[in-house]
């Protein structure tokens, strides 16, 4: 039994230290996405620091964007979106005093963990125009068992091409978690809820849901957000 522990052990190592160099070679912007959770008491204090975080963040050298949200179903749980020109800028920003208040400020406020996962962009197209005013967020977490990670990979390249003809959809992205490359982000922005409904009825948002239910690890985990801005 030590023995076959021992070779799962010794092959985990050498796949995440394949995922690392792989990872290190590849130098372009860093993806990053923060769940957030508060009492319902500290939601209003929960916002104002998140907008003035976003505020502050905007201003900082390599920053891409820098979206704030809130759940909602859920208006105590909040996520924030982040993309850095490369990792030293996103590296910058995460040892910077505009993060590190953010962080203490919150800390009495939280009934969570600061649920912070770095991203890779695999499937980007920057969007036409800004989110409209009242566009729907959905941001999924999916994970899949390792064997299936390459197959749902494709999968959800095509849903995304798909997904960004249909009417309403203002961007639709893809992203791989670094430390975890069988764990992903699916980004989405809907103009309304009328077209995020539309697309979830479409024969390809549910030929996709179909397929990747048997691939999963963990419970497919999308929630749907506002703009705090």
Known sequence: M???YGRFTAAAILIAASAAAALAQAP???????YIEV????EADATGLLRQLAAASRKEAGVVSFTVLQHIERPSQFAILETW???KAHEAHDG???LQQ????????????????LDTGIDVVPPAAPPTKDAIYVVTHVDVTGPFKDDAIAMMNKLA??????TGAERFELWQ?????????LVEIWKDRAALDAHNRAPASREFREKIGRMLGALYDDRRYRSLE
């Open 161 to 166: 091409a798909d997904s960004r003809k249909e």
């Open 96 to 98: 910077g005093p505009a």
């Open 177 to 185: 978690q670094n430390n975890r490359l069988n764990h992903f982000t």
């Open 2 to 4: 030590l023995a076959v």
């Open 28 to 34: 372009g912007p860093t993806d990053v996405v923060t």
């Open 85 to 87: 020109s490369d990792a």
């Open 39 to 42: 009492t319902p008491s500290g």
């Open 102 to 117: 953010f962080r203490e400020k919150l800390d009495h406020l939280r009934v969570g963990f600061y649920d912070e996962r």
